[in-house]
């Protein structure tokens, strides 16, 4: 069974899928711990109801960002995690982590890249407005939302369709097509 850790800074509802595909076996691992970094963060009310452990680290408790990636590093190590799983984390990784876990972090994205890079890309899609939208898997490189694509799925945005609607449908996406390329990973590394 390979280990993962899944990192984020909000509701985890990405989170849950993963750890839900990996109980159902479409995973060929477990989530061993998740790691989140804003204190009232919904995500380890979560991560309590489905019985995994959450770590929760406030970049402001640490000198550096080089301590704070330290910490996190150290947790990867010692629970012996093989590939890192950003979901909804509103972070900017460093290239210290991305070299310490060099390809084998990757990231969901709720655009299809390169289209609408950053943390609005729905509404950012929804405003500009295109037709088709979708979601994109990708390897965690320096330049934001810029890594090789893993997997990707667009969608039609519906005529008249509001941002709730849209941000539904995206997120009903995302929850299938994050485990699916987690364990075509999984099956590289």
């Given at each position: 069974?390979?280990?993962?850790a899944?990192?984020?800074?909000?509701?985890g509802?990405?989170?849950?899928?993963?750890?839900?595909?990996?109980?159902?076996?479409?995973?060929?691992?477990?989530?061993?711990?998740?790691l989140?970094?804003?204190k009232?963060?919904?995500?380890?009310?979560?991560?309590?109801?489905?019985?995994?452990?959450?770590?929760?680290?406030?970049?402001?408790?640490f000198?550096?960002?080089?301590?704070?990636e330290?910490?996190?590093?150290?947790h990867?190590?010692?629970?012996?995690?093989?590939?890192?799983?950003?979901?909804?984390?509103?972070?900017?990784?460093?290239?210290?982590?991305?070299?310490?876990?060099?390809?084998?972090?990757?990231?969901?994205?709720?655009?299809?890249?390169p289209?609408?890079?950053?943390?609005?890309?729905?509404?950012?899609?929804?405003?500009?407005?295109?037709?088709?939208?979708?979601?994109s898997?990708?390897?965690?490189?320096?330049?934001?939302?810029?890594?090789?694509i893993?997997?990707?799925?667009?969608?039609?945005?519906?005529?008249?369709?509001?941002?709730?609607?849209?941000?539904?449908?995206?997120?009903?996406?995302?929850?299938?097509?994050?485990p699916?390329?987690?364990?075509?990973?999984?099956?590289?590394?």
């Amino acid at each position: 069974m390979r280990k993962l850790a899944v990192f984020a800074s909000g509701s985890g509802s990405n989170f849950e899928a993963i750890v839900k595909a990996c109980k159902k076996k479409l995973i060929n691992g477990e989530v061993v711990f998740v790691l989140y970094d804003r204190k009232n963060a919904f995500v380890s009310e979560r991560a309590k109801r489905l019985g995994i452990k959450s770590i929760y680290l406030n970049p402001n408790d640490f000198s550096s960002k080089d301590a704070y990636e330290d910490e996190i590093i150290y947790h990867l190590t010692i629970n012996k995690i093989e590939l890192v799983c950003l979901a909804g984390y509103m972070r900017i990784i460093s290239m210290k982590l991305i070299l310490a876990y060099l390809d084998r972090i990757i990231n969901i994205h709720p655009s299809l890249l390169p289209a609408f890079k950053g943390k609005d890309a729905i509404a950012d899609a929804y405003n500009y407005p295109v037709k088709i939208t979708g979601v994109s898997v990708h390897h965690v490189v320096l330049e934001v939302d810029g890594g090789k694509i893993i997997a990707q799925k667009a969608l039609i945005i519906k005529k008249d369709e509001s941002l709730e609607s849209l941000t539904k449908r995206i997120h009903r996406i995302e929850h299938q097509l994050y485990p699916l390329a987690i364990n075509k990973i999984l099956e590289e590394i």
